[in-house]
């Protein structure tokens, strides 16, 4: 079985069918160069930003700023010179198929990904968000995902035996 059969078969009912909410991924326990690198991965894998003119707050001078007036907010972030930012990025490609647009949380100790539901989710969508999510999550080996707390238990143990079952299908041969 492919993966994105296997893949799409158990966790379909959280991606295709738009109930109005917006699940969140959390990568916890991300060392700072992570979430550093985390948001750049993100930023140069976006064919565009879907929010309209995305800022963040400066702590420093106390006031908005474009997120591309600095090369990398989340760095601001991480040493607590903003506050925690969202933006919605689109075209995001991995494994040589487009996501559908995702939101990005930058926090001071982690990085959130949040998606709307629907009919743009398919298995190859599906394939390819869970190898963003093995490529951010590789960026420090003692990361740890995460779901939304409201997310039902059942939903929550599904994910993360999925996730560890497509990390072991995926990982680099050994030499």
Known sequence: MSNTTWLWEQLHDQFDTDDGSLPDV????LNPDAIIGAYELLISRAKSTVTECPVFWSKTDEQEHPLNSVP???A??????AEPFHVVLGGIEARGTVIPDLGVFVFQECIALDYRMGAEWGPLQLDAFFGLLLELSALDQTCRL?????VQQGFQ???HTAFLRFKRENAPPEH
């Open 26 to 29: 959390y990568f916890e326990n």
């Open 72 to 74: 990398n907010a989340a």
């Open 76 to 81: 601001l972030v991480v040493c607590d010179e």
């Open 146 to 150: 995460t779901l939304d707390e409201h």
């Open 157 to 159: 143990d599904r994910f």
